[in-house]
């Protein structure tokens, strides 16, 4: 049970982080902004699930890896563009979370697959998979309301919001890209696995804001600070509130 929970904690998580920071910085309506999504997220995992097996055979095994760094890419770009473009923040965020969907959810399915035959499991799975519904639920409504009433003193907290969420798929694509050997990770600067373990709830809370990682690279710290730092110095002031 526990690790279904986990599982799905550390899935779910950064979706409902995205989504309920969307919905409360533009306040589209919860159909206006999922509508799309879903239907983005479908033309994007139909084919996915169809080639699956020729995706996670190709480019020597590494078919998966190559397509979630270029997603993670695409969601970060698409953060950038709603840092930076008033006009298209609502599709960019769209976009963005098509992609944490498209990614997640792959990941969820693989996952099942793994315990299909474990017949044994399935009520510690059903028990940890409700149990992670209700926890993300919370924290999604949590998370919504923080932030409305944050929001009314601290004018600029969409933008700070905004930044670590971008800064965090720019890590994971980083992270991706590092695993292929695109770029070089360059040398580990600390370590806090004996004080916050990834793996801990916490640590999946904060993964999901802002890409923890106990271990980090120098690359992804740079990735991580550029990312921040535009999407700080792209909105502009008086423009945090739409």
Sequence with gaps: MINS???WLRELLPLVILLSFALAWLQPGLRALLLPVLLQTALLLLPA??????LLSSLDGMGLDWSYCMLYL???LSLLVAARSRQYRQRALSLSLTVLCGIHLLNLSLYGTGLWHEASQWQAIATGTALALGISASIAVLWYYLLLELSVKLHWLWRLVLALLCARQAVMAVTFATQLDVINPGPLLWDTEPWLNESSELG?????????EATPSLAQLL???MAASAVMLWMQEGSDES
Excluded: K, R, S
């Design 49 to 54: 699930w169809w080639f699956l097996d020729e």
């Design 223 to 225: 990735v991580f600070l």
């Design 204 to 212: 999946y809370l904060l993964q999901a804001l802002l890409g923890y």
């Design 5 to 7: 929970l986990l599982m």
């Design 74 to 76: 695409i969601g970060t």
